[in-house]
Structure formats: C-alpha cells, structure tokens
C-alpha cells in the first residue's frame, strides 16, 4: 500500500511561481510512475504531468507545456512539480498518484485511458490577485 502525500499548495499572484511535492510516508517511489494531476470546480480532473519510472521521461498536458517542470528526487523519494508563470486558469486542487507502471504509460495515465493504483489527498493551488 502507498500512501501519497502532497505539499507546496498556496495563494500566488499571476505571474507567480509555487513548487508542489509528493512524498510516500508508506516507503519509497522510485519504483513507481509518478503523475499529477489537477480539478478545479465544476470541472473534471485533468492530468497535468507525469515522470515514467520505465526511463525517467516526463510527460506535460499542453496547458502546462513550458510552464511546468516535474522531477523526480531519487535519494529521498520525492517527486516536485515546479510551477512557474501561473494563471488564473491553473487555479485547482492539485493531487498526485502513483502506479507501478510495467508498460510506461504516461500517455495514458494522463489522457485518463488508465487510471492509477494510489492517489493522495490533494492540495490546493489558488492563482489570483
């Protein structure tokens, strides 16, 4: 069992930057495929971004292309998503998950063709004046 829980979410202005993490208090990830995914209100959830644990490529939707980063930090498990030049419209409740992933499947994962093994929490993540 994995147990995800995210971090980093706040207020920012538009313009403004936030970094988010995703740790596992339940052992480490770096056996795992890592996305992100977000939901605003009234609107369903959308895959943001994802790191393939079959050979570390990454993975981005393309509202966020060129804005996001998402890495994987091997020595302590944890998984960031940098978020820089936010807009409004990236206003969500962010939550990351987490599959064992054999066949890499990212594109999927994202698409919402699969659907992934663990889920955090979710934090939130507020761009506005």
């Known amino acids: 069992q994995v147990q995800l829980v995210e971090s980093g979410g706040g207020l920012v202005q538009p313009g403004g930057s936030l970094r988010l993490s995703c740790a596992a208090s339940?052992?480490?990830?770096?056996?795992?495929?890592i996305a992100w995914f977000r939901q605003a209100p009234g609107k369903k959830r959308e895959g943001v971004s994802c790191?393939?644990?079959?050979?570390?490529?990454?993975h981005y939707s393309d509202p966020v292309k060129g804005r996001f980063t998402i890495s994987r930090d091997k020595a302590d498990s944890t998984v960031f998503l940098q978020m820089n030049s936010l807009k409004t419209e990236d206003t969500a409740v962010y939550y990351c998950?987490?599959?064992?992933?054999?066949?890499?499947?990212?594109?999927?994962?994202?698409?919402?063709?699969?659907?992934?093994?663990?889920w955090g929490q979710g934090t939130q993540v507020s761009v506005g004046p």
């Open positions: 339940s052992g480490p990830l770096n056996e795992h495929t």
């Open positions: 790191v393939s644990v079959i050979d570390d490529s990454t």
């Open positions: 998950a987490a599959d064992r992933d054999p066949n890499n499947r990212c594109a999927q994962f994202l698409g919402g063709v699969q659907s992934m093994g663990y």
